[in-house]
């Protein structure tokens, strides 16, 4: 059984930075020809990706974290970070890890059988 634990999350003023972390234990088929990354989801709104890594290793980012936020990740450990620096208040949402079941992960992650419990991130003044 594939259990993925996200951590890292928290309250921080604009500007600030966190560092969230996932760790990913279970087998997972085909580890390394599948994507990974990280996604959120705002209240009311639907969960949308933040950064994920192809099968080949491209990293791909949303437009609205590009050049704040840095994913890193190691498949062999199952593990994932996301350095979010320059925090905004509009990346207040829960965060989640997951590894896709493709080369490429997808803009939302529907239908993606490996969540975790998310780790809530909140950016306010």
Not at 12 to 23: F, H, I
Not at 36 to 58: C, D, F, I, K, L
Not at 60 to 74: I, K, M, P
């Amino acid at each position: 059984q594939v259990q993925l634990v996200e951590s890292g999350g928290g309250l921080v003023q604009p500007g600030e930075s966190l560092t969230l972390a996932c760790q990913g234990s279970g087998s997972i088929d085909n580890i390394y020809a599948i994507g990974m990354g990280w996604y959120r989801q705002a209240p009311g709104m639907q969960r949308e990706y933040v950064a994920t890594v192809t099968s080949g290793g491209t990293i791909l980012y949303s437009d609205s974290v590009r050049g704040r936020f840095t994913f890193s990740g190691d498949k062999a450990s199952k593990t994932m970070f996301l350095q979010m620096d320059n925090l905004k208040p509009e990346d207040t949402a829960v965060y989640y890890c997951t590894f896709c079941p493709g080369s490429v992960c997808s803009r939302t992650g529907a239908h993606y059988p490996y969540w975790g419990q998310g780790t809530q991130v909140t950016v306010s003044s």
